[in-house]
Nanobody, 123 residues
């Protein structure tokens, strides 16, 4: 069982930065792949970035490549999403999710979810 808690969301101007954190409970967190998803009203939850259990492999959706960086510190049971050069279209609720084994980009493949954190980018 893994419990996830996201923090770090907020209101930022376009061009600014935020760092989201996803803190996990559970001794075997290092065995889980983790992904960040985001969702806006009326739309599906889409993957933003994902990271393998060891941190050596990462994935980014095209729209955030070069701006967002996903990383993890397994000693702290935490995954981060550094978001730079934010745009108004990045406004969404951001969720972290975890699954055993390799990462995937489909939200339906993840077993554990945080409660979400709102990111609002003003233009």
């Amino acid at each position: 069982q893994v419990q996830l808690v996201e923090t770090g969301g907020g209101l930022v101007q376009a061009g600014g930065s935020l760092r989201l954190s996803c803190a996990a409970s559970g001794r075997t967190f290092s065995s889980y792949a983790v992904a960040w998803f985001r969702q806006t009203p009326g739309k599906e939850r889409d993957v933003v970035a994902a990271i393998s259990w060891g941190g050596s492999n990462t994935y980014y959706v095209d729209s955030v490549k070069g701006r967002f960086t996903i990383s993890r510190d397994n000693a702290k049971n935490t995954v981060y999403l550094q978001m730079n050069s934010l745009k108004s279209e990045d406004t969404a609720v951001y969720y972290c999710a975890a699954k055993m084994g390799v990462y995937r980009i489909g939200y339906e493949l993840y077993d554990y979810w945080g409660q979400g954190t709102q990111v609002t980018v003003s233009s």
